[in-house]
């Protein structure tokens, strides 16, 4: 099966999401004081294409869960595991990673930060172009591929960080809060770009935040975990509800019922 993301191959059935197996995973960082338990007994099936979010306080373990799910920790226990029914011909990561500090290469052009992972993979030329071109256009920035990153506001570089990280079709898109810098009509303008590509592509999305309203608005399942040490308090289902979200669907009686029920998980009383 062809990766090549063109204007017209994004439109075409996709390929599956990864299935991501976290198995009983713990982890434990040596720090002065002592070890610190950031993650125990954290076991996580999640379907090929499901977007699910991690939500919790400060130092629950989410960035070192995503961080083990990224494959740049290794778990001081347990597993995981990332499949795809269908495999990259072309070697390419499975995995991208986005975090709120966009790191795109200030030298390099909007197009040329995008071409970059397919050039680190030895795609030639003209091909890396074309697809670049292509999901730069996806994205709302076909007009912006010869900018600089400091020429783009801050939503553009994002922008540009979804499309670096989407150009090579990976199995699964990891997100530590890539939108909590950004004020709330280009959050939501991203959510929407965000669910859209998402739908088309069919990758599996992992995003950690603090915003229960963004958890809310985009996932098929929110995860809660507690702190000290982290684990997963509870799973709520949002798959059989219909996306995009409205602001006004997030205040009915269900999305009301199971922002609180987070809430109460995350230690607020109110
Ligand atoms: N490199 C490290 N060395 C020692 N302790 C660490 C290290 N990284 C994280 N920790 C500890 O592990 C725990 C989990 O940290 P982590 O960053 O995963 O939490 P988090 O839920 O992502 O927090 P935040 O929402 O504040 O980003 C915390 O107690 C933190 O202090």
Redesign the pocket.
């Known amino acids: 099966m062809s990766t090549v993301l063109t204007a017209e191959s994004t439109s075409a059935p996709p390929l599956p999401g990864g299935r991501i197996v976290i198995d009983e995973v713990d982890h434990d ?3 002065d004081a002592g070890i ?1 338990p ?1 993650l125990r007994g954290v076991s996580l099936d999640i379907a090929p294409s499901e977007f699910v979010s991690l939500v ?10 995503l961080n083990i799910v990224a494959g740049l920790l290794t778990p001081t226990h347990g597993s995981v595991t990332i499949g795809r029914a269908v495999k990259e011909a072309d070697g390419l990561p499975q995995r991208a990673y986005i975090t709120q500090d966009d790191r795109l290469l200030p030298w390099r052009t909007a197009k040329q930060n995008v071409e970059l992972p397919l050039q680190l993979h030895g795609v030639d030329r003209e091909e890396r172009a074309e697809r670049a071109i292509a999901i730069l256009r996806r994205v709302g920035l076909g007009d912006f591929a010869d900018r600089r990153p400091h020429e783009l506001s801050g939503g553009m570089r994002q922008r540009v960080s979804i499309a670096q990280s989407l150009v090579y079709h990976p199995a699964v898109l990891l997100m530590d ?1 890539p939108f909590g810098a950004l004020d709330a009509w280009t959050r939501d303008s991203l959510h929407d770009l965000l669910l859209d590509v998402q739908a088309e592509l069919g990758t599996t999305v992992v995003l ?1 935040t ?1 915003d229960v309203g963004e958890a809310l608005a985009l996932s098929d399942r929110v995860v809660t ?1 507690a ?2 040490p ?1 684990r997963i308090l509870a799973e709520y289902s949002l798959a059989d509800r219909p996306r995009p979200r409205s602001h006004q669907t997030l205040r009915d009686e269900f999305f009301a019922d199971v922002h609180q029920r987070i809430r109460a998980d995350l230690g607020f009383t109110d």
Do not use: I, N, Q
């Open positions: 960082f040596a720090a610190v950031a919790g306080t400060s130092g629950c373990g989410k960035s070192t869960l809060e950690v603090h975990l702190p000290r982290g």
